[in-house]
């Protein structure tokens, strides 16, 4: 069972997280897992497709509810906010991009990158001034009056990111944003992010099964099968136990399914 008391987390981590878990379906997507980020940290989450990257950046972003566990942002519990809380969390205080740019095709390049300041309140003359100054940054400040259908998917990308920076957000959250793109676009649009949220002072969780992207973090925490790799590895083993079935008989299989 997780420890029931809501106690604060340590002063230095911006965003903390404790013995989560959530399941899909019944399914389990998140096993226990506790991590903590700090001011200004870009941290990789690594592991394979489907070991729990996304649903552990949703939980962490207020996106979802953990079925158990703590999740805290600069000392406040996110677990225990209420919906339209969690809401105004996300708009004042944290970006995201993910692999798909969702940029609205009847607003210029410009009002897609401004969109979160245009939302929050912010006058049209400083929402565009903030948002040009980061499509400039991102080299795109040429596309700004165009329609996202003039851009290729890797400017709509770029864009995608204007539009996580522009309110300089304590956290981006970032869910393989790079998936989509090709080689020397990937190692562009991870430089940008990095360079730009260090020198703002913006933590970043990057979700990625790129050694590339990872190798850009200050720290990186890998999942398997929706726990820390370690936990999920140990599990396995004691399950199995020395000498006994491997993972890659239908016996392992299930005895790893039952661990989890």
Request: charged share 25%; no cysteine.
């Given at each position: 069972?997780?420890?029931?008391?809501?106690?604060?987390?340590?002063?230095?981590?911006?965003?903390?997280?404790?013995?989560?878990?959530?399941?899909?379906?019944?399914?389990?997507?998140?096993?226990?897992?506790?991590?903590g980020v700090r001011q200004g940290e870009v941290l990789a989450l690594t592991g394979p497709r489907g070991s729990g990257k996304t649903t552990l950046l949703r939980c962490l972003s207020g996106h979802l509810v953990p079925e158990q566990g703590e999740i805290w942002f600069n000392s406040v519990p996110v677990h225990t906010m209420g919906a339209l809380a969690r809401e105004r969390l996300r708009r004042d205080r944290f970006g995201w991009i993910g692999p798909d740019p969702q940029l609205l095709p009847e607003l210029k390049v410009w009002e897609n990158?401004?969109?979160?300041?245009?939302?929050?309140?912010?006058?049209?003359?400083s929402a565009k001034a903030a948002a040009c100054e980061w499509l400039d940054r991102l080299d795109i400040g040429a596309f700004a009056r165009k329609r996202p259908g003039a851009l290729?998917?890797?400017?709509?990308?770029?864009?995608?990111?204007?539009?996580?920076?522009?309110?300089?957000?304590?956290?981006?959250?970032?869910?393989?944003?790079t998936a989509p793109l090709h080689r020397a676009e990937r190692a562009l649009l991870l430089r940008t992010l990095t360079t730009a949220a260090r020198s703002h002072g913006i933590t970043v969780l990057l979700a990625?099964?790129?050694?590339?992207?990872?190798?850009?973090?200050?720290?990186?925490?890998?999942?398997?099968?929706?726990?820390p790799a370690a936990a999920a590895v140990s599990g396995a083993i004691a399950v199995n136990g020395v000498g006994g079935p491997s993972d890659e008989t239908p016996e392992g299989q299930a005895a790893c399914s039952l661990s989890a």
């Open positions: 069972m997780v420890a029931p008391p809501d106690n604060a987390p340590p002063d230095n981590d911006v965003l903390w997280a404790r013995s989560v878990h959530y399941s899909h379906s019944g399914s389990p997507g998140l096993i226990g897992v506790s991590v990158a401004a969109l979160p300041l245009l939302i929050s309140g912010a006058s049209h003359r290729t998917r890797a400017e709509s990308q770029r864009v995608a990111l204007a539009r996580a920076l522009v309110k300089e957000p304590a956290v981006v959250f970032a869910d393989e944003p990625t099964h790129e050694e590339e992207g990872a190798a850009l973090a200050d720290r990186r925490v890998e999942l398997l099968d929706g726990r």
